[in-house]
């Protein structure tokens, strides 16, 4: 019988997006036909530099060219930021099986349905970058969610709470406004891709603050506290609003937290006007 974190491991190293993609896909269904053996002591599986092909270019943040919808040449290099935050996502949930290994069966059929969403995702990026006469990996990218899934990967609850309910969470904010944007010019079809991953990231942010809340639990520490702590430790500084309060409690946000939240922004945009 194949073994989960194997296969995991296996998708992790996979250069080609879409041969990932694919093999991934065949996993997911493995494991939805329970044909994968996973209650096992398997050894963390630690993978800090997943298979990529040698475009796109990786650059620090700063070195990327302004993005906008003022031409075609612009909106593709959005939606190729877009398709390799979903690439690196799809590497993130494999990295989340195989790294954590004696994890309730929920984590990884969290996980596993989250790859398939993000691999879905990248593939119908991918297709609307096409449509614009570019391809991913004909712009660069930064590799800053990687990078934070890799420092806070030593302690679960931290990798949970910052790359989940921080990061990927920004998503429940901004991905509404890039489709009212998309709306306006006329692109239907990018809209309707936006609409299906801004919904899908509720999901995603849910198992991260399920995960979160699981290990917090464990450690006996208050989750809304720690939270705030974290953020400090690894970002220094809190999320920027205007934030989505309704996707956000969805995604399990606490009403605490979202309070704190709009409390730290407007705080930040006092002491700026001051
Ligand atoms: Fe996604
Ligand atoms: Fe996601």
Request: charged share 25%; glycine share 4%; net charge neutral.
């Amino acid at each position: 019988m194949k073994n989960l974190f194997q296969e995991a491991e296996h998708c992790l190293k996979i250069s080609d997006p879409q041969e990932k993609i694919a093999y991934g896909m065949e996993v997911v269904s493995d494991w939805n036909a329970t044909n994968l053996e996973w209650d096992c002591s398997d050894s963390p599986r630690i993978i800090n530099s997943p298979g990529h092909l040698d475009k796109p270019i990786i650059v620090p943040p700063n070195k990327l060219k302004k993005r906008g919808f003022g031409s075609q040449q612009q909106i593709a290099s959005l939606l190729h930021a877009l398709a390799h935050i979903e690439i690196t996502a799809v590497n993130l949930a494999w990295d989340s099986i195989c790294r954590y290994p004696g994890m309730p069966q929920e984590y990884y059929d969290d996980w596993i349905n989250t790859a398939k969403d993000e691999g879905e995702h990248f593939l119908a990026l991918r297709q609307q970058i096409k449509l614009l006469g570019y391809d991913y990996g004909d712009f660069p990218a930064h590799a800053e969610l990687w990078n934070m899934a890799i420092q806070t990967a030593d302690n679960l609850m931290h990798r949970m709470g910052i790359v989940h309910r921080v990061l990927e969470a920004r998503a429940l904010d901004v991905v509404p406004f890039a489709v009212q944007k998309f709306q306006t010019i006329k692109s239907g079809d990018t809209a309707k891709v936006l609409i299906r991953i801004a919904n899908d990231e509720v999901n995603h942010v849910a198992a991260g603050t399920r995960w979160y809340r699981y290990c917090c639990e464990k450690e006996k520490v208050d989750p809304d506290k720690t939270f705030f702590k974290l953020i400090k430790q690894y970002l220094n500084s809190y999320p920027r609003g205007p934030f989505n309060e309704s996707s956000r409690a969805s995604a399990g946000f606490s009403k605490n937290e979202i309070t704190l939240l709009k409390y730290y922004d407007a705080e930040h945009k006092q002491n700026r006007q001051s």
